[in-house]
């Protein structure tokens, strides 16, 4: 699809004008890196993705991830700012996304998390999203995407749900492991209950930071 045929920008002139605004707010790394990465965020998401409507938009969030984690991994945490957690699961479509989204939203700003996996599905589970929007958590910006290293070596703590981390730790990087029963094809009351352990989980982990 061309501009000229049908009006809009073809998928190829959206990464490039999205890496063209990236290189603005990311003035200390490459043009050429960061317009890689697009291009390579976009390939990524695009090797399993069944509906490509929407995946330029998508690809661009998730450079936007791994730019952000680049520079955040050329060096540790300084002193208040966010902790960096990285949830990971199999497929980043009900738990991690879950658990995730808990932490950014019951942490007043005192961490910053992500959500990833090792084969990601192509959307976040219906059942997940309804009930994270009955408590007041939406999850209308989340969608699944893989474990990459330059995400994974940014992250102060790695939070590993029926998964080993598939990459080699980072010097002071601490790892914990989350069970919870897989929400893929439970009923509504069953993923509201797993949702309520999530929480309880998370919120036992935030107490336990400000201690």
């Known amino acids: 699809m061309t501009r000229e045929q049908h009006g809009l920008d073809s998928p190829d002139e959206t990464l490039r004008r999205g890496a063209a605004h990236l290189a603005k707010l990311h003035p200390e790394l490459e043009p050429t890196l960061i317009e890689r990465i697009v291009f390579e ?3 990524t998401l695009a090797r399993g ?3 490509r409507t929407h995946l330029p938009a998508l690809a661009l969030k998730f450079a936007a991830d791994r730019l952000k984690a ?3 991994g050329e060096g540790r945490r300084e002193a208040g700012a966010p902790l960096r957690v990285l949830v990971e699961s199999i497929r980043n479509d009900g738990i991690s996304q879950m658990a995730a989204a ?3 939203a019951l942490s007043d700003g005192r961490v910053e998390a992500l959500s990833a996996a ?3 599905a192509d959307e976040v589970l219906r059942t997940v ?9 939406p999850l209308t910006e989340s969608y699944p995407k893989p474990v990459t290293d330059d995400v994974a070596r940014a992250a102060d703590v790695i939070i590993t749900m029926l998964i080993d981390h598939p990459f080699e730790l980072q010097p002071e990087q601490q790892v914990l492991s989350w069970d919870f029963d ?6 509504t009351d069953e993923v509201r209950r797993i949702r309520d352990r999530v929480r309880r989980q998370v919120q036992q982990y935030l107490d336990a930071l400000e201690g």
Do not use: Q, T
Not at 129 to 137: P, S
Not at 182 to 187: E, I, R, T
């Open 182 to 187: 897989d929400p893929a094809g439970l009923s």
């Open 41 to 43: 965020s976009h390939a």
């Open 49 to 51: 993705a069944r509906v």
């Open 70 to 72: 680049l520079e955040a």
């Open 118 to 120: 090792l084969n990601p």
């Open 102 to 104: 808990y932490l950014n």
């Open 129 to 137: 999203v309804g009930v994270m929007e009955e408590d007041g958590v």
